[in-house]
């Protein structure tokens, strides 16, 4: 009898997850949603949040009241924007940490995917899929220098991962050293990598053998490599973002790459650029290595690879250096990086990026975007410490967190969408689809400057 009535109560649980499945899945497919469906849809947000997902995102979110009467839920996006449940529009200076180089869904890269998904979704793993051959081929031909072979990914952590596990079995050492302020992901090599305290303490020990330099500072590096040398523990490489990006936007002192990649050659050590930021055209140059003339051992991809549209990631090694997978290709493996799809997505965003200069256009209107970004921070000097960038790649750095985040808020509020950097919080980014056009730049600075004149300090 106990049997038939846990049966039925299984039964109507099942059928009020199937009913609540096809409300969620009936909302998804329409194109417009009422004023009543929008209230559902955040209340259920903000409750899902609440006791399934991380109460911790209500607190931290600016978008989030205190009391989570109302949230800006997202809904939809296009171009340069995205708005929310609502309808309301937002610029998006933000772009899913950079993610949308090309646009919010661009149409080439949407076409490219629902293409490959009405013939094939996911491979086989067994057979020879030709996507990533040719991706791969693609990835040789526009990388810098003789980077010639590429394994996928999913994220820009599992691209740091396998760039990390590749340099170990090419020389078979096990120091690596990265620099203060670096950002390379949160798993646990990764993270290894990654400076910041707050998220390496809880996690300790780490993936041994990692050391951290300041970032910029040659003579140190130097110094480094030369202890390590000595006490036998040579260096495998060196892992950089070429800008860092988590760190606050910060740009290498003139030279430094080149030092660090002359004395990478010198005691036989790999260079790993972690491009997963500024890849993909976001600093006015396909790839930020292009900028500083130098080319990297490794380079890790992700982020705005995938379009947008797919999470989707690489490494692109030279052939000295990845031919020792070649032994065993399964030394390192994922299931779904490289998949029909994501190849799909990345494969047409490379075309855009290069059929509308896009790299190119992001340095000129990045550079228009900068300068006038400081022209309206003139006279709050009390405020701004600084404000930097490459391409569109750029970062406003103020005295104080609180005034970082009141600026955020205020400029959310009037529909732009900005945020801070995960390493240094007292630094806000600004990094907008390449597409942006002049009109919304120009949206973006008054909205800014509007916002400063009313935050007090």
């Known amino acids: 009898m106990s049997i038939d009535i846990n049966q039925e109560l299984k039964s109507k649980h099942n059928q009020n997850v199937s009913e609540y499945i096809n409300k969620v899945l009936s909302l998804v497919e329409k194109e ?44 939809s ?10 309808g309301k529009e937002y610029i998006d200076c ?49 990388t810098p220098g003789d980077l010639k072979y590429a394994f996928f990914t999913n994220s820009g952590t599992e691209s740091v991962e396998a760039a ?3 340099a170990k079995m090419y020389s078979e050492r096990t120091t690596f050293i990265s620099t203060t302020r670096a950002f390379h992901g949160k798993s646990l090599g990764s993270l290894s990598g990654t400076a910041k305290g707050m998220f390496r303490k809880p996690f300790l020990p780490l993936i041994p053998g990692f050391r951290h330099v300041p970032f910029g500072d040659i003579d140190m590096m130097k110094k480094t490599f030369e202890v390590c040398a000595s006490v036998g523990e040579d260096v495998a490489a060196v892992i950089l973002e070429p800008i860092q990006g988590e760190g606050g936007i910060i740009l290498p002192p003139e030279n430094y790459l080149k030092q660090v990649r002359e004395l990478c050659d010198q005691y036989g050590s790999l260079l790993i650029f972690d491009e997963v930021q500024t890849g993909m055209g976001r600093t006015g140059k396909m790839f930020a290595a292009e900028l500083y003339d130098v080319v990297p051992d490794i380079i890790c991809l992700a982020k705005a690879f995938g379009g947008g549209v797919m999470p989707a990631g690489a490494i692109v090694a030279r052939e ?13 493996t994922t299931t779904f990086g490289g998949n029909p799809l994501a190849c799909a997505a990345a494969i047409a965003t490379i075309g855009v990026l290069i059929e ?17 970004l400081k022209e ?27 005034i970082g985040y009141e600026v955020s808020k205020g400029m959310f509020d009037r529909g ?34 509007q916002v400063l004149e009313l935050v007090q300090e």
């Open 356 to 372: 509308e200069n896009l790299p190119e256009r992001a340095a000129v209107v990045g550079e228009y975007f900068l300068k006038q």
């Open 32 to 75: 417009q949603v009422t004023a009543e469906d929008a209230a559902w849809i955040t209340k259920e947000t903000v409750d899902g949040f609440r006791e399934h997902v991380n109460p911790g995102f209500l607190a931290y979110r600016k978008t989030v009241t205190k009391d989570g009467q109302f949230a800006a839920v997202e809904w």
């Open 376 to 402: 309206a921070a003139a006279g709050h000097e009390d405020k701004v410490v600084e404000i930097r960038g490459q391409g569109l790649m750029i970062g406003i750095e103020f005295h104080q967190d609180e």
């Open 320 to 332: 000295e250096v990845f031919k020792s997978w070649f032994p065993n290709p399964f030394m390192h």
């Open 416 to 449: 732009v969408l900005v945020a801070g950097t995960l390493i240094n919080s007292k630094t806000i980014r600004i990094e907008p689809a390449l597409t942006i056009s002049y009109e919304e730049v120009d949206k973006v600075v008054n909205t800014f400057k």
């Open 94 to 142: 933000l772009g899913g940490f950079g993610i949308y180089n090309v646009g919010h869904r661009n149409p080439k890269v949407v076409k490219a995917v629902t293409d490959q998904l009405k013939r094939q979704a996911l491979h086989s793993q067994d057979l020879l899929d030709p996507l990533r051959a040719m991706l791969a081929k693609i990835l040789a031909d526009i």
């Open 77 to 86: 996006d296009n171009g340069s924007c995205f708005k929310d449940v609502n």
């Open 164 to 166: 990390l596990k590749l």
